[in-house]
């Protein structure tokens, strides 16, 4: 049975910051061993209990936090989806807004074609006294 998104991301993280920098700090320090990163992290990740490809993506990661390599930093990446965040929800009250104002404005039409054919114009206005 598949899991849904929702659980998906409700679902606690399984490697602490500091298994991720113990990981990563093993990786960099015996990289020149390797022809690449992925050779690297293929051939250390069993051995450290974690996926190749997520143990690779952290490396990476590492490597453009220290400016090794040009990309996105993490603090740049956690902005963008806080940003993006904010337009979402952003777009959401637009489209409430923009509904809500269609709404009214239908209702606001059928009152004045319902008084307009009913010739209500000239009842006369009652006034509301206060106590």
Same mark, same amino acid.
């Given at each position: 049975?598949?899991l849904s998104?929702?659980?998906?991301e409700?679902m606690?993280k399984?490697h #602490?910051?500091e @298994? /991720? ?10 990289? !020149?061993?390797?022809k690449?990163?992925? =050779? ?5 990740a069993? +051995?450290?209990?974690? =996926?190749?490809e #997520? ?5 990476v990661?590492?490597q453009v936090?220290? =400016? !090794?390599? #040009?990309?996105? #930093? ?6 963008i /989806?806080a940003? /993006?965040a +904010?337009? /979402?929800?952003?777009e ?10 269609i709404?009214f404005?239908?209702?606001l039409?059928?009152? +004045? ?6 010739a @209500?114009? !000239?009842?006369?206005?009652?006034a509301?006294?206060a106590a």
């Open positions: 049975m598949p998104i929702e659980r998906m409700s606690p399984p #602490t910051p @298994v /991720k920098a113990r990981a990563v700090t093993y990786v960099l320090e015996r990289l !020149d061993r390797y690449s990163i992925y =050779g690297a992290c293929q051939d250390l069993p +051995k450290l209990s974690i =996926g190749a #997520t143990l690779r993506r952290w490396v990661q590492a936090d220290a =400016g !090794d390599r #040009t990309s996105p #930093t993490s603090e740049e990446l956690a902005e /989806k940003l /993006k +904010k337009v /979402k929800d952003l959401e009250s637009n489209e409430i807004l923009r509904q809500s104002a709404f404005a239908r209702e039409c059928a009152t +004045k074609r319902y008084v307009c054919r009913r @209500v114009r !000239d009842r006369p206005i009652q509301v006294v």
